[in-house]
């Protein structure tokens, strides 16, 4: 039976690549104690490379030790193209999936001694290559677009370049800069940033633009110690995290990170973390202007923030470093993964106006990988090779904690990589299933083999917890509203970027070298000036 992506009127498909192969599970009829191959779908390939969702559903990708094949799964797995290009080790979907990016590490053929493109956008219904180029480099994400899949940008050879679909041969705009290290581009606002890598006693910067003015930045942010920055966008793509970073440093050989957040309107400023120490993940709420971070000396804490980066609620602490929002905003996922031992929390964070409450918590030993249902029901994790080649496997469960269905792999084969079909789910109320059993694992103290048997349990202290500090109920829950559209506040921050210019000015014409971002603020002088006008106090 078909199953019909764009509206989601079924329960996800699960993807499943394994050295049994590549194939897809589904549950029967929303049962996930009972799941079955979808379409009968099983590629038994032994070496299949990579596999992928396009965001909408519609398609499969994956590769195995011969050719990229493309399956359309809303007519029952048909294939509708297929890539003779058997070294593919990187697949993403455009975000329509009218397009499908492939990266294969890069080599020189035998036969005639030219180096080949290895990085190439085909069409998804038709397997052809609309744009083809070298990029030696591996990356976390090559190509990015715009919402309507109408423009694409790379970075190639220091240079970030811009195209059109509909000619991709022509570079349709450009920023050339020394040190661009680093760029994003929201599909949503069409906002582009770039990271400029400072150059010994200069600092690096991150400049937002709104596509295709990329002359007059719109935003600027300037730091020193910054080795690398992560980006990560709001739903709305107006409000911009930046998570900075240093490869070592004095206080830490894993380096130094520093938060900061920009926004379309001009305004930067520094995340305010109540705990010192590394800061392990940070994720927005897909629905609301609200972002959560992890952060601090284990026990980690973890703390709401809103939009304008003010504090709205305190988790407290406890061994942690992932968080996982669900699809529709309403729950929350905190984790210890890694060298953690894989405690689980589930908060419901569905209200704009009342504090998060902890729903449940349990053990989920080995997680390698984590990822909610677009159901926003259901998680998976999973253990998977090569991070750990014993015990591969993974797991359903439901928000209480419940495990709904269990895949061992045999003793000798190794699961590679399982992650959900896409698609979008109506948001559901919220219920603490207090009925159901949760999986916990009862947590003991180590005991050094020369007292085992000599002490009583109740001398045991058990230390694993005894740090954690509980949730902050004085902390309570601020409303996100829009920013205060209050005149007179609005007069305070104008009158107070005028007064910013004019000393700028005045340190120019006394002959001090400004730097980039300190000219782009005199720039905008006549900007403030006017805004003042319009409220009639200029």
Not at 468 to 495: A, G
Request: glycine content about 4%.
């Amino acid at each position: 039976m078909a199953s019909k992506i764009e509206s989601s009127p079924n329960p996800p498909i699960i993807s499943v690549r394994s050295s049994e192969g590549q194939f897809l599970l589904s549950p029967n009829e929303n049962n996930y104690n009972l799941l079955s191959k979808f379409n009968n779908f099983h590629d038994d390939s032994k070496n299949c490379r990579i596999s992928a969702f396009d965001p909408t559903g519609k398609y499969f990708s994956y590769c195995n030790n011969s050719k990229c094949i493309i399956m359309d799964l809303e007519k029952d797995c048909l294939v509708v193209a297929e890539i003779n290009r058997p070294r593919i080790s990187y697949l993403k979907f455009s975000p329509k999936g009218n397009y499908l990016i492939t990266w294969e590490t890069f080599h020189v053929s035998k036969e005639n001694q030219k180096e080949a493109p290895n990085l190439n956008i085909f069409e998804t219904k038709t397997g052809n290559a609309i744009k083809s180029i070298i990029h030696k480099k591996q990356l976390e994400r090559f190509v990015e677009w715009t919402d309507d899949e109408k423009s694409f940008a790379f970075m190639n050879n220091g240079e970030l370049l811009f195209f059109d679909t509909t000619n991709p041969d022509v570079v349709s705009n450009r920023i050339r800069m020394e040190n661009l290290k680093d760029f994003t581009f929201n599909s949503v606002s069409k906002c582009v940033a770039i990271f400029v890598s400072g150059k010994k006693s200069e600092p690096s910067f991150i400049r937002l633009y709104k596509y295709p003015d990329l002359v007059n930045a719109i935003s600027n942010k300037s730091f020193f110690n910054a080795d690398r920055v992560d980006f990560k966008w709001n739903k709305s793509g107006t409000n911009l995290l930046l998570l900075s970073s240093t490869e070592t440093s004095q206080n830490s050989y894993y380096g130094d990170s520093t938060l900061h957040q920009i926004n379309t309107n001009g305004e930067s400023q520094m995340v305010q973390l109540s705990k010192k120490g590394p800061i392990y993940a940070l994720n927005w709420n897909p629905v609301r202007d609200e972002f959560v971070v992890v952060y601090g000396t284990m026990p980690a804490k973890v703390t709401l923030f809103n939009g304008k980066s003010e504090a709205i609620f305190d988790f407290g602490t406890g061994p942690r470093n992932e968080c996982f929002f669900n699809h529709q905003g309403s729950l929350l996922c905190l984790a210890g993964f890694g060298n953690l031992r894989g405690r689980i929390e589930v908060w419901n964070v569905s209200s704009n106006n009342r504090a998060p409450q902890e729903l449940t918590s349990f053990q989920a030993d080995d997680t390698t990988y984590f990822e909610w249902s677009p159901d926003g029901e259901h998680m998976l994790t999973a253990t998977t090779a090569p991070r750990l080649r014993v015990s591969n496997g993974f797991k359903i469960w439901n928000y209480a904690g419940e495990v709904l269905y269990k895949y061992p792999m045999a003793d000798n084969k190794e699961l590679w990589q399982v992650e959900w079909q896409q698609g979008k789910y109506p948001i559901k109320p919220i219920v603490k299933k207090t009925n159901l059993p949760v999986v916990k694992q009862e947590t003991k103290a180590y005991v050094p083999p020369h007292l085992r048997g000599v002490n009583k349990p109740s001398q045991i202290i058990n230390k694993l917890h005894q740090d954690d500090e509980k949730p902050d109920k004085d902390l309570k829950i601020k409303p996100t509203n829009k920013p205060s559209d209050d005149p007179e506040k609005q007069i305070k921050n104008l009158r107070k970027k005028l007064s910013q210019i004019e000393d700028l000015k005045k340190k120019q014409a006394s002959g001090v070298k400004l730097e980039v971002n300190q000219l782009d603020k005199i720039k905008r002088e006549n900007e403030v000036i006017a805004e003042l006008k319009k409220l009639g106090v200029y």
